[in-house]
Nanobody, 120 residues
Framework: QVQLVESGGGLVQPGGSLSLSCAAS????????MDWYRQAPGKQRELVAS???????NYADSVKGRFTISRDNVKKTVYLRMNSLKPEDTAVYYC??????????????WGQGTQVTVSS
């Protein structure tokens, strides 16, 4: 089994910053892509940022220049640093991790979600 535990959400004023983290544990042989998604009320879940095992990153246009994704392969943790937050960034943020569990098996696992609210 693989577990993902997220932390770091909360309430912040527009223009403020927050950092999220997502730590993976359990039966893990290796980790490929680590992604952050978000889902606002009444909207579909969307990909915010992704990072490969080699450190290549991609961002949604709406967060480019404001959000930074990073990972620590030893700690099996992915981070999302969010700067210059806007009210439209308000959503539940989820990490999604592509895990090899050994024996040729792999799977995508989701974190429990953490609420980010940007409001004055």
């Amino acid at each position: 089994q693989v577990q993902l535990v997220e932390s770091g959400g909360g309430l912040v004023q527009p223009g403020g910053s927050l950092s999220l983290s997502c730590a993976a544990s359990g039966r893990i042989f290796s980790i490929n892509n680590m992604d952050w998604y978000r889902q606002a009320p009444g909207k579909q879940r969307e990909l915010v940022a992704s990072i490969t095992s080699g450190g290549n990153t991609n961002y949604a246009d709406s967060v480019k220049g404001r959000f930074t994704i990073s990972r620590d392969n030893v700690k099996k943790t992915v981070y999302l640093r969010m700067n210059s937050l806007k009210p439209e960034d308000t959503a539940v943020y989820y990490c999604n991790v592509d895990v090899r569990t050994g024996g040729g098996k792999s799977g995508f696992y989701w974190g429990q979600g953490t609420q980010v609210t940007v409001s004055s």
